[in-house]
């Protein structure tokens, strides 16, 4: 019997987070925001619907408004910086202690993302070599972590766990190619001093790391009053200071493992010992300065790099990532024309190149790999689990839509490229979860 005081706010709050500590329930809602936005954008109030997020929000301070964007701008350079921040703190755990970290084990993941970005850029250009749409090559480049790591958890223990690492890994290099696209590539102009500005504070953060500055509210402060203000205003995209403000973040412990034990056995006897407050529901005044030790310890001995990843990832994937997909997925399909649909090549383009390009690239890349020698196959990988990957891989949703808002600037253009993300990645998430649920059950059988 538990001694755990319940309160009737837990029958709320557990169901709810025993749903959000489920690997697949980030891709559930990120479906779910999906469907709500495609109904949304072909119901009667379609209109109000994309209206709502013209809108434009600013400051004003004596007089004058400064950074006026609208609600679609807001979701896309603000919110989203909060999601590629995340994306950087995965990135450089990963490179620091992770499956990055080891060169022989990186390189197969790293080969896979490099032709699973390679081969679906070329198959749109070579669909879409010239005029306005060749600037959509980066939109098939990209995987959705969420949805393709959800899809994966559906089929529980008839994955083998080295499949889940080698997605993980292979998305993380995957959203690193992406970052570095939108950086060098979707870039508008620049302001050189903003730009400036920004680099002098992310050079401060970088400088507090070494120093062994720990706080929070530190890199907070400097990161997006500093960094991801500045960033915005010249012209960089925002996103770009997210990452390159996440790698600032401490990645170490400031005690190490066996003298946290020591000092939390040490803290623990002192508790048994102290005085206890039998008489009210409140600590005595030792019991609370020796728990506030066991806090400090505790703080010492997590990196904030994880302590930031491990509050954030709800956040993101539960609020931000749903939030723009409602903000960006909405097509209206009832009033789409036939001939202005295929008025160009760039619906072709992104759902061959995802769904062609992903698999050809991720397999045939990591097949190559694999034949040279370079590194081996993962325990329980095969050519057949692999190919399923590969279509996994092919789910471009929030990366692809991200990169479409970019891309171009005609409306035309960004819904014929919608349609072919939705369509490649439906169709990419069925096959690639038949073709790894069959080898589950043969590999069980």
């Known amino acids: 019997m538990s001694n755990q005081r319940s309160y009737p706010i837990d029958k709320v709050v557990r169901p709810i ?3 959000i500590q489920q690997e697949k329930s980030g891709g559930l809602v990120l479906g779910i925001s999906v469907i709500v936005a495609l109904i949304l954008a072909n119901s009667p109030w379609h209109n109000e619907y994309h209206h709502f997020f013209e809108h434009e929000l600013g400051f004003r301070f004596d007089g004058k408004t400064y950074l006026e964007y609208s609600i679609h701008h807001w979701i896309n350079d603000g919110l989203m910086a909060i999601f590629f921040f995340v994306v950087g703190l995965e990135l450089k755990r990963e490179i620091v202690a992770g499956e990055l970290s080891n060169p ?8 896979a993302a490099l032709g699973g970005m390679l081969v679906p850029a070329l198959i749109y250009f070579g669909f879409n070599s010239s005029g306005d749409v060749n600037s959509g090559w980066g939109i098939p480049m990209a995987t959705d972590i969420a949805f393709a790591l959800g899809v994966l958890y559906l089929l529980g223990n008839r994955i083998p766990l080295a499949l889940k690492v080698f997605l993980t890994a292979l998305a993380i290099v995957d959203d690193l190619g992406a970052v570095l696209v939108i950086a060098f590539f979707y870039t508008s102009d620049i302001s050189v001093m903003n730009l400036a500005i920004g680099l002098i504070f992310l050079l401060v953060m970088y400088i507090g790391n070494k120093m062994g500055v720990r ?17 915005l205003l010249s012209g960089v995209h925002a996103t770009i200071a997210s990452v390159l403000a996440a790698f600032t973040i401490p990645a170490d412990v400031k005690i190490k ?39 400090m310890d505790t703080d010492k001995a997590i990196p904030p790099l994880q302590k930031l990843e491990h509050a954030m990832h709800p956040f993101v994937t539960f609020v931000i990532i749903p939030v723009f997909a409602l903000a960006n997925a909405g097509v209206s399909v009832l009033d789409i024309d036939m001939n202005e649909l295929f ?9 061959l190149g ?3 390009g992903k698999v050809l690239g991720v397999v045939g890349f990591t097949w190559l790999c694999v034949k040279m020698k370079i590194a081996p196959f993962p325990d329980g990988m095969n050519i057949k689990n692999l190919l399923g990957i590969g279509l996994l891989a092919s789910i471009g949703f ?8 970019l891309a171009f600037t005609h409306e035309a253009y960004r819904v014929q490229a919608k349609i072919g993300i939705f369509v490649a990645s439906i169709i990419g998430g069925i096959l690639g979860y038949i073709v790894l649920s069959r080898q589950g059950k043969k590999q069980q059988t």
């Open 17 to 19: 987070q025993k749903f």
């Open 104 to 111: 022989r084990k990186a390189m197969l993941p790293i080969f």
């Open 215 to 231: 706080s929070i509210i530190f890199y907070a402060l400097l990161g997006i009053g500093g960094v991801w203000t500045a960033f």
């Open 257 to 295: 493992e066996n003298v946290f034990i020591a000092r939390i056995k040490k803290h623990l006897a002192q508790f048994s010992n102290a005085d206890p407050n039998d008489q009210t529901p409140t600590l005595t005044n030792e019991q609370l300065h020796i728990l506030e030790k066991v806090n």
């Open 343 to 351: 008025s160009t090549n760039v619906a072709v383009g992104v759902a």
């Open 354 to 356: 995802l769904l062609i």
């Open 398 to 405: 929030t990366m692809s839509l991200f990169i479409t808002q």
